[in-house]
């Protein structure tokens, strides 16, 4: 089969490789039909690294998948040969206590698509996953809304995690694929006022055609003064998605007493600052987003539905010759990209 690998920084390669053994009692193999390029791909890609999660190359990244059954174990239920599944790329174990306290995101022995020292990523032809990973999709819904339901997801549990409740005023700082999942899901629960800011314009005209009520670029507007002056009470929850340290500061200086810091955002530094005073002073609460949980099957629903529509996050379409161009389109904020997809076939 072909699959794709990381062979230094900014570099890869197609390579074939032996196809994956026959599935466990309770896995599956899975032919991949989309993939999904996302940031912290693009991190592997330009750095070799997260944090203290390394690139030993070669190396196979990606985990916003959706994909076939193509053989099922012989433990598996719910599933069969031919079934369209979104894939979720978080393998829990299970068995340790995070886990049986229902914090399978934060299991002690995690693995995870794409994440060195864990598990290959879904940047190949074919793929075993555990069948519990592999989540049914309606006829109804295509690959690529298979593959955004990963990032939405993320924004799914964020939402949820701040408690958003209608008449909420929210900010969402960055406008990426993760912001602009907040946006949708936030606007889904019925968070009233919806502020996005972001340093790309393009990003911003999505953000507002699709559910902003205030919009604007830190390059040349004061983001703070801009929105305590709409909304002088300030900002219920703040959803950090860019991991700056710059978003971090504004949303401590936008955010109402008692309010909710979301960060979402993974940081390229390995350290960010928070003013503790102003922290403390206001109570302002802290929560860390660590990816999803549980969202998932909620997430198809949702996309099935049309409670939220994020076709639009689909700027590109690439076919698998085209990975490294992908790649860079995304490294580079060119073309007006938001979501790159690269289809399988």
Known sequence: MKSVHLTGIRQMAIEEVPDPVRPGPNEVLLRIRSVGICGSDVHYYETGRIGDQIVQYPYSVGHECAGE????GSAVTGLQTGDRVVIDPAMPCLECDQCKA????????LL??????QAEGC???LMVMPAHCCFKMPESMTYAQGVLCEPLAIGLYAVQQAKIKPDMDVAILGSGPIGLSCLVCAQ???ASGRYVTDKRDYRLKLAQDHGATWVGNPDRDDIVSAINQAQPAGMDVVFE???EQDTVNQAMSLLKPGGTLMLIGIPRVDEIAFPIHTMRRNEITVVNVRRQNHCTQTTIDWVASGKIDADFMVTHTLGLADVQRGFDLVA????GVIKAIVEMD
């Open 332 to 335: 580079d904020y060119q073309d």
């Open 188 to 190: 889904a629960e019925g």
């Open 69 to 72: 059954v193509v053989t099922v």
């Open 112 to 117: 995870f698509l794409g994440c060195p020292g």
């Open 102 to 109: 229902g914090r399978e995101n934060t299991c002690r022995e």
């Open 123 to 125: 940047l190949s032809e």
């Open 241 to 243: 998605c860019a991991g």
